[in-house]
């Protein structure tokens, strides 16, 4: 099942720099109220009689008496149950918050979709079970409802992969539990800090921008067990796990094309932006780029370093087009290089890693793009790791990019296409980050013995969901072809090696980094406009966007391998074709109000007989707040989207059809199915046969998690939608101007220059 890089219908059409796409600035006017009718409290979801009061209680009586050995050996800390919330309960608004309040219980956070956090001391669960037991209003019932059974926070939870790894490992990261309650963490905190001393545990704190910090600890090795024990029973501790060693996302090594040489150094073009590659650094030998490495940034030296992967990557940002002639899937947008010597040939510890790309991104707060391509173990299903959320944390405080890998499935049997086994193949950490624009890999080119078709996902490139559902990758890009049984061949990207010469490799490390370099085109091609200022999540938006643009419509299967498709060359991130037509809104949502657009600017040559005739795609990012202690409920906001047609006040949205999977239903559906809680929303439909409306309008919504606290600002969403033709009419992008000349919108060009390229 090879894909095309484009829809057959559209080939043949290009981006033109007369076609740029519009940009629609925020205006407070799009504001207006909902109307939420009168509500009428919380559902009661099943039957509370005495039978189920009595089998709560007792799976409560349960869970405490398994928390009584901690208690015992550390009075007065809160200790934590998991209340285990029904699929149909899970929805903010049945979340058993009264009886949480009641009891003197403290949130802490969340696990999986169905677990909710809280803790407290044993005066705070008898008075649970008095609740539980007693308490018989509306609002407690229908709490109670939401609640399948209680359980304790376990030692497995705690200590998921056993003592056995702790110790082999020797370092470890510890994570508190972060309550709602400020008295309790600083007691937990400081009870923490009180135990590490009384056991001679030594490392350092790893700081966070909410919450308490992590704690990285090495020689847990020298522990005695009667020591280790105790610390697992800190009730206050909420897991502790080997810490994560990081590697280069890179399969191979083989020297394919080895004997053609590189050539002299590549002139470095002026006005080409900077991509920053934190890597294994760049060879002092790789002459042929090296006037495009235009700052180094050192942390580590050889032997930890052999300078090969760094080298290859950075060859792709500064000539991937050069060094791949003859290419046509590699865009001609080379950078300049700001390389980092971060990362160990052999691997690199978090906390290693953490303070390393802490003072380096501090160092050059002016480089907007930053390239990672390495990784760690797959994904979790639940939860984010912590390297991810940290890129989440960097990307917010300095307005930066990154863009990462999805990592590389090496293990046997090899992964062919389409394969719907399951396998262990997630996105690796920290390509689930949230803010990240992560890059999975396809195949760009045939050869004999390869192991896929062009198109096709490379046999390497891990897939998605995130954690939670989360759509990961965000896009796919050139990574090189494998050929059998697991080598490098004529499908190959050529690289080059750190004495100069050129070999052919494969793997998500190599698609990261011609997404970078577009990426950073994008960013300076905007970079001095008049009304906007371009940011982290604008330009993944813009890169997304034209992935889904230059892509077929992908199954929901077929977005785990792909993401939004390949963006096919940099115009196309910036301009439309003549068939097309884009306008890009800056929508700033505050909860509780609705953004709404009408009398959307509609071609006149996408109506036919009345109706419109045409496709609708639509792209929307946004940097919702995130809360590392929250689990599964990170990401504390989420955005409704709409595209319609209004009547009245009311809107009938058409893309996403209503009654779509996940649109409605139970929380676990529209999460898995509908994208819900996602700060990436990606929306296209056809309408061969037309769909009749007179006044189209756009509208989104911004809703809160329980518990997270009301927003300081209004939160920026940067929405994209582009109409077009479904048979290449030349006419849209002209009608579609005219149209928004007509309707007043004040309005302006997106891109301020043209992106500098080159001829490969």
């Known amino acids: 099942m090879a894909k095309k890089s ?23 006017q799009d504001l207006g109220s909902i109307d939420r009718g009168g509500g009428g409290g919380g559902k009661i979801l099943v039957e509370i009689n005495d039978n189920y009061r009595q089998n709560l209680a007792k799976s409560l009586d ?36 009264t009886v949480t309040a009641e009891s003197g219980l403290a949130s802490a956070g969340h696990a999986a979709l169905n677990e909710m956090l809280v803790s407290g001391g044993r005066e705070s669960l008898d008075k649970l079970r008095n609740v539980i037991l007693k308490r018989n209003t509306k609002a407690i019932q229908a709490n109670l409802s939401a609640i399948e059974t209680i359980e304790p926070w376990t030692r497995q939870k705690r200590n998921p992969e056993g003592v056995d790894y702790l110790l082999e490992r020797g370092r470890a990261i510890i994570r508190l539990f972060q309550y709602a309650k400020d008295d309790f963490n600083v007691s937990n905190y400081n009870g923490a800090i009180s135990l590490f001393r009384y056991l001679g545990i030594k490392g350092c704190e790893l700081q966070r921008h909410r919450g308490l910090p992590l704690f990285s600890v090495d020689k847990l090795d020298l522990l005695d067990k009667d020591k280790l024990e105790f610390l697992l029973t800190y009730p206050g501790m909420r897991q502790i796990i080997a810490e994560p060693i990081f590697r280069s996302s890179m399969v191979t090594s083989n020297d394919f094309n080895a004997d053609l040489k590189a050539g002299s150094s590549i002139p470095n073009l002026s006005m080409t932006p900077t991509v920053a590659v934190f890597d294994t650094g760049v060879s002092p030998n790789a002459s042929a780029i090296s006037d495009w490495i235009i700052s180094k940034d050192t942390y580590i030296l050889p032997p930890d370093t052999d300078y090969a992967h760094g080298t290859a990557v950075a060859s792709l940002v500064s000539a991937g087009s050069h060094f791949n002639k003859g290419n046509s899937w590699l865009p001609n947008t080379q950078c300049t290089v700001h390389d980092v010597i971060a990362l160990e040939v052999n691997g690199s510890s978090m906390s290693d890693l953490e303070l390393r790309l802490r003072d380096a991104v501090r160092k050059k707060p002016e480089i907007k793009v ?72 396809i195949t760009h080119a045939d050869g004999s013995g390869a192991l896929s078709m062009v198109g096709e996902p490379a046999p390497y490139s891990r897939r998605g969901p995130g954690p939670v559902f989360t759509p990961k990758p965000d896009i796919c890009h050139v990574g090189g072809g494998v050929h059998t049984p697991w080598t490098v061949g004529s499908s190959s990207l050529n690289v080059l090696t750190p004495y100069n010469q050129l070999a052919g490799n494969f793997g998500t490390s190599f698609a990261a980094p011609v997404a970078s370099s577009m990426a950073a085109h994008a960013w300076q091609a905007i970079s001095e406009h008049p009304e ?92 919702p707040p995130l809360d590392p202690s929250a689990g599964s409920e990170y990401v504390r906001a989420n955005v409704e989207l709409s595209f319609g047609v209004l009547d009245g006040d009311n809107i009938t949205g058409r893309v ?19 994208g819900k809680w996602s700060p990436v929303k990606i929306h296209r439909k056809r309408f061969p046969r037309g769909c009749e409306g007179e006044n189209w309008a756009l509208q989104a919504g911004l809703t809160l998690r329980a518990f997270e606290a009301p927003l300081k600002d209004a939160l920026p969403v940067s929405i994209i939608v582009t109409l077009r033709s479904l048979d290449g009419d030349p006419n849209v992008h002209s009608d579609g101007i005219r149209a928004l000349q007509l309707n007043n919108w004040v309005h302006n060009q997106l891109p301020v220059h043209v992106p500098v390229t080159v001829q490969a």
Not at 6 to 28: C, D, M, T, W, Y
Not at 70 to 94: M, N, V, W
Request: hydrophobic share 35%; aromatic share 10%; proline share 8%.
């Open 62 to 97: 349960i869970a405490a008496g398994h928390l009584l050995d901690e208690q015992r050996q550390h009075p007065g800390y809160q200790s934590t149950i998991i209340f285990k919330l029904r699929d149909i309960g899970i929805a903010k608004t049945h979340r058993p918050i």
């Open 532 to 623: 906007l200022t371009p940011n982290p999540s604008l330009i993944k938006a813009l890169m997304i966007h034209s992935a889904q643009l230059s892509s077929p419509d992908y199954s929901p299967f077929e977005r785990r391998y792909f993401g939004s498709g390949r963006p096919d060359d940099i115009m196309g991130v910036l301009f439309d074709s003549d068939d097309s037509f884009t306008l890009v809104f800056e929508a700033n949502l505050i909860p509780g109000m609705r953004w709404r657009k009408p009398n959307y600017p509609i071609p006149s040559s996408l109506i036919k007989d009345g109706k419109f005739r045409g496709e609708i795609v639509i792209t929307a990012t946004y940097a």
């Open 370 to 441: 930053w390239n990672l391509s390495l990784g760690a173990q797959a994904c979790s299903e639940t939860e984010f790791s912590d390297f991810s959320m940290l890129l989440d944390e960097l990307s917010d405080e300095y307005g930066i990019l990154f863009v990462v890998a999805a990592g590389n499935y090496i293990d046997i049997p090899r992964r062919s296409w389409p394969n719907p086994a399951i396998k262990t193949d997630r996105v690796s950490s920290p390509g689930e980050s949230v803010r990240a624009l992560t890059v999975a890999s």
């Open 656 to 674: 996403p059809m209503e009654g779509e999977d996940g649109d409605s239903g139970y929380e676990i559906a529209q999460i898995e199915h509908g």
């Open 6 to 28: 484009a829809p057959p219908s559209r080939e043949g059409l290009k981006a033109k720099v007369e076609n740029p796409f519009i940009h629609i600035p925020f205006s407070s």
